[in-house]
């Protein structure tokens, strides 16, 4: 069963982040600049949250806010759940579907090491299917 680990091999290494002063506009302009639905809340270098395109949509959207007035940290997604590299994509994907989010963060200690999405996950279980099919097909032509 593949980890978390491996997801996180091979990426870049960068982590998105916005601290939770700051305005939700300057966050979504970060979210749409590097194509993610979600970004990690930082301060004093320690997760704080996370905002995501949901939270933006219920908490300012619907509430009719101002996205340069409304601050992170009055619609961010507070004490998120986190994983280890460790975990296994099975159970992540049971953390996500349990509690009905799509992002997860990856921590070593404290240090947030990168976050996860339901995509990442998905890919993950898709490649691990495509390799027992192939090894099963090698097998049967013998």
Request: glycine share 6%; net charge negative; proline share 1%.
């Amino acid at each position: 069963m593949s980890k978390v680990a491996d997801i996180l091999t091979g990426r870049s290494g960068d982590i998105w982040s916005v601290q939770s002063d700051q305005s939700v506009l300057a966050a979504i302009k970060l979210m749409a600049e590097k194509g993610v639905g979600a970004l990690l809340v930082i301060d004093d270098n320690r997760l704080s949250g996370i905002l995501s395109e949901r939270d933006y949509a219920r908490k300012v959207i619907l509430e009719n806010r101002s996205s340069s007035d409304t601050r992170v940290k009055d619609i961010m997604t507070r004490n998120p759940v986190t994983t280890a590299r460790e975990s296994s994509v099975a159970e992540c994907m049971s953390m996500m579907t349990d509690n009905d989010f799509r992002h997860l963060p990856v921590v070593e200690g404290e240090r947030v090491i990168g976050m996860i999405s339901i995509g990442d996950l998905v890919k993950a279980v898709i490649k691990e299917q495509q390799f027992t099919i192939s090894q099963l097909q090698q097998y049967i032509a013998g």
